[in-house]
């Protein structure tokens, strides 16, 4: 009996010679140790039809990183908004009004996560790998279809012409395609879709209809009175009072979403002159209206370029703001300036005065003239000071091109 159960339990060891050491707690304080022992190597071989079949070691095979998790993670997060996006413009489309429901900061730490600023890098490469003649057709034309491109306005319409996607993307458009609108005193800087538009209040501007972000955090701290001309107010005052140079005047704001399918430069909106330049390193989320009206201070996380100076009513800026594949943004005038660059930490800014002893004016822009290009397309904001008898000729969502007027005294 006692040979039976020895060679019993021999056969036992022998079919399960995969398995490892394990203990199992029974009640009472009952530790029953079972000895496994590994007799062949974790990487198995199979064979069949005399082929060689290796399979990988199962803790290679299952080995998650914490980057490929937050990447995953991320990433699926991120398409699963671009969906709540797209159902929200179907609601729109048919006039029912969305009500706001702002993204908690796990949900915004989340979308953070995702490496925009790495993939809009990445992007920019991709886009400037020149395509084989026979490919520039079928790829841009299936762009032209997805965004609704409207070729004819091109300055070239072959699009044989356009080594790659970048060059494509920054094309000029006829002279004529874009008359600008003389008559009135601010005119759009861009192609676009008005997000909101008004006057600023309690230092806080909108973004889209019911979310806002603070005008300072945009802007960034006060500059010097000697490049800006800023108003000698106590500093009581609120950052919006000290903004405003002339009794009797009002702070206005403007948002222009730029969709991937409109022109990409940017004007200059009036006449006037650009005396500093704010650079903040920051996020690349998406700045599609959805977007827009989900993440409060949106803009505020993105990298954005912050042009400030004066107009003949006081107080210009124009801030370009970037987003998920837009971390190329250029000022032609600015060849200092570098964006998306791994140099840069986010949460920070640099500053660039263009006074200087041989140019106590700053550089001086007139109305339409070109003035810097995004990578593929994003969102300008102007902030400026106006008589309160400045009136807006917008509706909010209603689709812009450059030249044609925003408003008027």
């Known amino acids: 009996m006692a040979a039976a159960v020895a060679r019993g339990s021999r056969a036992v060891l022998r079919r399960s010679s995969l398995l490892t050491s394990c203990n199992f707690l029974l009640p009472g304080n009952l530790c029953i140790r079972t000895q496994v022992l590994w007799k062949q190597p974790p990487c198995r071989n199979f064979f069949s039809d005399k082929k060689k079949l290796h399979t990988a070691p199962v803790r290679q095979v299952f080995r998650l990183r914490p980057f490929h998790v937050l990447v995953a993670t991320g990433g699926g997060y991120a398409g699963y908004r671009k969906y709540e996006d797209y159902k929200l413009e179907q609601l729109e489309k ?3 009004e969305v009500p706001v429901k702002l993204a908690s900061k796990w949900e915004v730490a989340l979308y953070k996560s995702v490496p925009t600023r790495l993939l809009s890098r990445a992007w920019g490469r991709l886009n400037q790998v020149e395509l084989p003649t026979w490919l520039r057709k079928p790829v841009y034309s299936l762009y032209i279809w997805t965004f609704g491109v409207n070729m004819k306005e091109a ?6 012409h356009y080594r790659n996607l970048s060059e494509f993307f920054r094309r000029k458009l006829k002279p004529q395609a874009r008359p600008v609108c003389c008559l009135h005193s601010v005119i759009s800087p861009s192609d676009g879709k008005i997000l ?3 006057q600023v209040k309690n230092c806080e501007v909108e973004q889209v209809k019911g979310v806002t972000y603070s005008l300072e955090s945009f802007l960034g701290p006060r500059i010097s009175t000697e490049e800006l001309r800023f108003s000698q107010a106590p500093p009581g005052n609120s950052f919006q009072q000290q903004l405003v140079t002339k009794e009797g005047n009002e702070l206005y704001h403007c948002v222009i979403y730029l969709a991937p399918g409109d022109y990409h430069c940017f004007h200059s909106p009036t006449d006037w002159r650009v005396s500093h330049r704010r650079h903040f390193p920051g996020s690349l989320m998406s700045v599609n209206p959805g977007v827009a009206r989900w993440i409060k201070e949106l803009f505020c996380h993105n990298e954005r370029v912050v042009l400030t100076g004066n ?3 006081g107080f210009f800026s124009l801030t370009a703001v970037g987003a998920t594949n837009v971390g190329s943004i250029r000022i032609y005038f600015d060849q200092d300036l570098h964006t998306n660059s791994p140099s840069y930490s986010k949460g920070s ?4 005065s263009f006074i200087s002893n041989n140019n106590k004016k700053g550089i ?3 109305k339409g003239e070109h003035l810097g290009e995004f990578n593929l397309g994003s969102t300008i904001v102007l902030i400026f000071e106006a008589p309160k008898d400045f ?7 209603q689709k812009i091109r450059f030249g044609e007027a925003l408003g008027s005294l």
Do not use: C, Q, S, T
Not at 349 to 352: A, I, R, V
Not at 391 to 397: D, E, S, T
């Open 391 to 397: 009136k807006f000729h917008l509706k909010a969502g």
């Open 364 to 366: 001086p822009m007139r």
């Open 94 to 96: 048919r006039g029912i």
């Open 155 to 160: 300055a070239v319409e072959d699009l044989h």
């Open 311 to 313: 107009w003949k009513h």
């Open 349 to 352: 800014y640099n500053d660039f």
């Open 196 to 198: 909101n538009f008004g």
